[in-house]
């Protein structure tokens, strides 16, 4: 089965393609913004991952078989090279492509992730977003009233709340196959598959306001990752696309081309 995708900037075959991964509870609307800023030069595809957006739903969700899928849509859209940029969950598919296929890979960006294990942060999230799914509601207004018992962020919330939409019965629900990912939210939130070090160029861009890239990461990063370099946003936390647009826009530019 095949992802879910969007081809924009240049046409296919004419420049170098840039795959766009989103994170967790996101689609492939949300780095629109990274998507604009490389049209200018790059053919580029942004994609829903699977038991997100529109793309297909399944019981599995794991880092090998979410990255199998990328690998699947590069051949049918016969890309024989690409550049990988992932945010967050993202990311992390982003360095399992890279680990099943570095040939497949031309320089490879991480935005605020590291190839580690996390401690559970989303319990909040996920009960909000099982708060809505339990009360039919006839807006995104309604369902963010729901979702203020359990997060106080507006922006986490606008976030959360693009992924609500009408389905085929005219009904609010979330397009995120939420069952799925609560139920294999240990393995979204553990490390890739790291088998040897992926010699792919690759940057990690972190958000200085985020705790997902520590110092402590350093050395798990450059042991999967030996041609790794870091490069800080200041300003931004873990959503530095959206914060910082134009210093991340000119950093993935920058490096890609």
Partial sequence: MLLNYKLSGQPLGSAEPVVLLHGLF??????N???????????????????????????????????????TLLDHLEIEKAHLVGHSMGGKVAMQVAMLNEDKINKLVVMDIAPVDYH???????????????????????ADTIMQTYIEEQGVRGFLLKSLAKDEQGVLTWR????????????IISNINTTHSCLCDT???????????????RDAIMQSFSNAR???????????H???????????????Q
Avoid: C
Wanted: glycine share 4%; aromatic share 8%; proline share 3%.
């Fill in 176 to 187: 995120f196959n939420l069952a799925v990912i609560e139920a294999n939210y240990d393995k």
């Fill in 120 to 142: 559970p942060r989303h319990d909040a999230i996920i009960q909000a977003l099982n708060a809505v799914a339990a009360t039919p509601v006839a807006s995104r207004s309604e």
């Fill in 26 to 31: 996101g689609s492939l609307e949300n780095l």
């Fill in 242 to 256: 959206a914060e910082k647009p134009q210093a991340v826009n000119r950093s993935i530019i920058d490096f890609i």
């Fill in 230 to 240: 870091a490069k800080i946003i200041q300003g931004a936390g873990h959503w530095l």
């Fill in 33 to 71: 913004i990274i998507a604009r800023a490389l049209s200018e030069s790059f053919t580029v595809i942004n994609l829903d991952l699977r038991n997100h957006g529109q793309s297909f739903k399944s019981d599995v969700m794991d880092y090998p078989s979410m990255a199998q899928d990328v690998l």
């Fill in 203 to 217: 940057l990690f861009l972190k958000g200085n306001n985020s705790d997902y890239i520590l110092a402590e990461h």
